[in-house]
């Protein structure tokens, strides 16, 4: 049988062939709707003034794992039609913060299933504090970034606001769902630009598809994560022996017991070693069903939290650690390791489906985390993103 006949029979006979591409509202049917909903507060934006001025390099990136192996595109491809689906905000004659945000969230409301990334130009929104109030008009159930991967600290206390990432701009953050490593994870997440990169210091955020990955990946390496899953291992350090995220840290005591019982409540099983450094697993599907739809959807981050990423860092250079002494590592689900071609394939194909976009000051992104994985180019000088997260 040829690998088309193949990959067609297996997809055919597969629970995949629930994962299609979505289909696309034609701009007449989203004018209307835009108009009856929203009473044309928004209106489109061509694609050409979402493109970076100079498109991104992928293959042969600084600190990008897999970026000088086989099947990397060159270039980060440019925003198509309609991902993201860009759209502006034509007046500014709003009441309040919280009304935009309200207006906002009806959009989102009306069009995020389809759409999958909405891009809001020209919010009004100039500090951390109007940013949580636009965030407040929207009225979502806000998500903590608690059990998360990687340092993002809070902007503003006492609030589910946070700065995007204080991985340094020098770093590019390879494309994944966010926090599929965790028993809650955001539904939604909103990014929010105070300050953009400027024109030619990147900084772009890659978006991609996850239907578009799916429909792309060769069938069998599906078939072996759907049939195993993912292990997702995390090495939280006592804070004697290391300042990067040690356990003290992450769970804000000092008491030994009082972490492994708030890990246990997300859903990790918890291992300690004689240094008092704590391993933290979490076995999810790497194809987890969508909790509205029911449908299977590629939903993790086989990749990003694989200790391939971190060893292509610079501060891991000339280390040789062994692989679960890294912040974090994924297995296949029956703790058995993943090859390094299967890796390899996967990133190929994942920046093979990713769009990247310029952000201007006072852009909002909306994306829906179950069905569209986001990264970071790397930048140089001063951008500043925050971050919003909701379970519904
Ligand atoms: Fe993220």
């Known amino acids: ?21 979505i289909k696309h509202a034609t701009s007449n049917v989203l004018s209307t709707k835009t108009s009856s909903v929203t009473g044309s507060i928004f ?42 689906h860009g759209v502006r905000v034509k007046t500014r004659d709003q009441s309040s913060l919280l009304e935009m945000g309200a207006n906002c969230m009806e959009y989102i409301k009306k069009n995020l299933t389809d759409r999958q990334a909405i891009l809001f130009r020209g919010i009004p929104a100039e500090t951390a504090e109007d940013f949580l109030a636009l965030t407040q008009g929207m009225r979502g159930k806000p998500l903590s970034y608690e059990g ?23 770093y590019t953050i390879e494309l994944h769902n966010e926090m599929p490593y965790l028993k809650t994870f955001p539904r939604k997440i909103f990014f929010f630009c105070l300050k953009e990169p400027g024109e030619s210091c990147g900084g772009e955020t890659p978006l991609a598809k996850c239907s578009d ?16 899953g993912v292990m997702y291992v995390r090495h939280l350090p006592d804070k004697s022996r290391s300042d990067y995220m040690p356990w003290q840290h992450q769970f804000y005591t000092e008491d030994r017991k009082a972490a492994e019982i708030r890990a246990q409540q997300r859903g990790n099983t918890v291992r300690w070693d004689d240094n008092g450094d704590m391993y933290l697993t979490y076995t999810a599907p790497a194809f987890p069903s969508h909790p509205a739809t029911g449908e299977k959807i590629w939903f993790n981050q086989v990749t990003s939290y694989h200790c391939t990423y971190s060893k292509a860092l610079p501060q891991y ?10 912040p974090h590592n994924t297995y296949y689900g029956d703790g058995s390791d ?17 769009v990247g976009f310029r952000w201007k000051k006072g852009d909002l992104i909306a994306l829906d985390n179950l069905n569209v994985q986001h990264g970071r180019m790397a930048f140089k000088g001063e951008r500043k993103l925050l971050v919003h997260m909701t379970a519904d």
């Open 317 to 326: 250079k000339g280390s040789h650690l062994p692989d679960e002494k890294y």
């Open 43 to 84: 209106e489109r934006i061509p694609k050409e003034e979402l493109a970076p001025k100079t498109r991104p390099r992928v293959r042969n990136r600084e600190f990008l794992p897999g970026s000088t192996g086989d099947g990397f595109p060159e270039y980060l491809a440019e925003p198509s039609d309609s991902f993201p």
């Open 213 to 228: 990955i799916v429909l792309k990946l060769d069938p069998e390496v599906v078939k072996k994560l759907e049939v195993k």
């Open 1 to 21: 049988m040829s690998t088309f006949a193949f990959t067609l029979a297996w997809r055919q006979s597969s629970r995949f062939c629930h994962i299609r591409p």
């Open 148 to 170: 998360g991967a990687v340092p993002r600290p809070k902007e503003l206390k006492n609030s589910d606001i946070y700065f995007s990432s204080a991985e340094p701009g020098a």
């Open 338 to 354: 993943i090859e390094p071609e299967v890796l390899q394939h996967l990133r190929a194909v994942s920046w093979s489906c990713a």
